[in-house]
Structure formats: C-alpha cells, structure tokens
C-alpha cells in the first residue's frame, strides 16, 4: 500500500470524526424538544402588546419577534413559566396574559355558562306557564 492510499484512508477516519462532532455540535445546539414545547407554550400564553389581538406566537410585528427571542432566552436559562409571565405581567400589565387569572378567570369562563343555564330555564318555565290552559 502505498503512501496516497495511506493518506486518502486517514483523511476518510478524520472526515467521519469531523461529521459525527459537526451533528454531535449542531444536537447541542438546538434547545431539547420539551424545552421548545414550553417556549411554545409560553408564546401562546402571551399577547402581543402592539395590537392586544393575537398571540406571541403567531404575530408577526418587531415586538413579537423580539418577545419570542426574550421567552426562548429566559427558558435556556431555566426561568419557570411563571418567572416569564411574571416578567412581562411586570412590564406590560396583567393585560398581556391570553387567559386572565384569578377572579378575572371565573368572569370570562364560568359566570356566562351560569347566565345561560340561567335564561334556559327561565325560558322553559316562561314557556310551560304560557301553554297552561286557562281558568274558565
């Protein structure tokens, strides 16, 4: 064998050596995907305070943009949920936040389902008392 073949069979070995570190790289570089899934989460918790419209996640202004890069920042550096919503609860007010909390919460979800169930069955004995037959 001679040297060419040598050289040519080592620099194939360096070149796989090289690829298996470049994709070893590249992995560790990309945040794990329960760490993406949070990030997601955390986008769509968010409103985007130019328009209070839409969330985080799928506006497309500068401000949402720079919001998305703060959340994924915040995640890789291992902020709980709530320290990020906290933070922008800070800087923007409780008004950034999809769902309210609190009492807020009972207001937008269970009052107006009691409402309804209220004026069905006002409805339905409204109905019953107009079909009574009358007296004579």
Request: proline residues 5%.
């Given at each position: 064998m ?9 620099s ?10 470049l994709?070893?790289?590249?992995a560790?570089a990309?945040?794990?995907a329960?760490e ?8 769509k918790?968010?409103?985007?305070p130019?328009c209070?419209?839409e969330?985080?996640?799928t ?9 998305r890069?703060?959340?994924a ?9 709530q ?15 999809v ?20 004026a ?6 409204f109905?019953r008392r107009?079909?009574r037959?009358?007296?004579?």
């Amino acid at each position: 064998m001679g040297h060419s073949a040598i050289f040519f069979r080592l620099s194939g070995v360096w070149m796989a050596v090289l690829a298996v570190l470049l994709c070893g790289a590249a992995a560790l570089a990309q945040p794990p995907a329960a760490e993406q899934a949070r990030v997601l989460h955390l986008e769509k918790s968010l409103l985007a305070p130019c328009c209070w419209n839409e969330a985080v996640a799928t506006h497309r202004s500068e401000v949402a943009l720079t919001m998305r890069a703060e959340i994924a920042r915040m995640v890789g550096e291992g902020k709980t949920d709530q320290q990020v919503l906290d933070y922008y609860k800070q800087q923007y007010g409780a008004r950034i936040l999809v769902e309210p909390e609190g009492s807020r919460w009972w207001w937008m979800h269970v009052i107006p389902v009691i409402v309804i169930v209220l004026a069905v069955l006002g409805l339905v004995l409204f109905i019953r008392r107009l079909s009574r037959p009358v007296p004579a």
